[in-house]
T-cell receptor, first 118, second 111 residues
Framework: DAMVIQNPRYQVTQFGKPVTLSCSQTLNHNVMYWYQQKSSQAPKLLFH???????NEADTPDNFQSRRPNTSFCFLDIRSPGLGDAAMYLC?????????????????FGPGTRLLVL | GQQVMQIPQYQHVQEGEDFTTYCNSSTTLSNIQWYKQRPGGHPVFLIQ?????EVKKQKRLTFQFGEAKKNSSLHITATQTTDVGTYFCAGSGAGSYQLTFGKGTKLSVIP
């Protein structure tokens, strides 16, 4: 059964035309992440939600926004996509971390949405 | 900020040969995780190491976490074509649930 679902799997948009990517999870995890992964590169964290608290990475462009209306859903909004924003966008979830040396919950990744900007 | 270096970037092996990828962090980690990403796929969790000097095995895969909790390795014995993909290490510091990914090692297996 799918645990982290991303829609659509492929998205084509025009330069400057806003686009929204969606992620949903059936795991009831507190934390949801959005990563950008370009070809042959590691996933790059854009931001994450810890419950309803939004945490932006310092180098994430203002062009990228996110919404989390409830525990299960999270959206990535790209307000004015540029050619450089073409990438795979990965959503991931994890349960609340127990800090220190105790085990961190693993992150579960969705299948990703591949964004093409024309 | 925390940096995680991973080498080599690419590795081509003949089927049946062994493969190792290494990960080094600029800071002490609370834990390190390993993921595998098949071509065109998404990262899939393989294992997590938490304790200093920890060694875990999954069939042909052996994972190690250094004594200082700053380095880790993944070793695959007798590679198979199904091992093809990019292997990422990802670490987090104490008190953080954010993962810093290494750049990955792309493994190609020649039949």
């Amino acid at each position: 059964d799918a645990m982290v679902i991303q829609n659509p799997r492929y998205q084509v948009t025009q330069f400057g035309k806003p686009v929204t990517l969606s992620c949903s999870q059936t795991l009831n995890h507190n934390v949801m992440y959005w990563y950008q992964q370009k070809s042959s590169q590691a996933p790059k964290l854009l931001f994450h939600y810890y419950d309803k608290d939004f945490n932006n990475e310092a180098d994430t462009p203002d062009n990228f926004q996110s919404r989390r209306p409830n525990t299960s859903f999270c959206f990535l909004d790209i307000r004015s996509p540029g050619l450089g924003d073409a990438a795979m966008y990965l959503c991931a979830t994890s349960r609340e971390l127990i800090t220190g040396d105790r085990a961190q919950e693993t992150q579960y990744f969705g299948p990703g949405t591949r964004l093409l900007v024309l | 900020g925390q940096q995680v270096m991973q080498i080599p970037q690419y590795q081509h092996v003949q089927e049946g040969e062994d493969f190792t990828t290494y990960c080094n962090s600029s800071t002490t980690l609370s834990n390190i995780q390993w993921y595998k990403q098949r071509p065109g796929g998404h990262p899939v969790f393989l294992i997590q190491l938490v304790k200093s000097g920890e060694v875990k095995k999954q069939k042909r895969l052996t994972f190690q976490f250094g004594e200082a909790k700053k380095n880790s390795s993944l070793h695959i014995t007798a590679t198979q074509t199904t091992d093809v993909g990019t292997y990422f290490c990802a670490g987090s510091g104490a008190g953080s649930y954010q993962l810093t990914f290494g750049k990955g090692t792309k493994l190609s297996v020649i039949p």
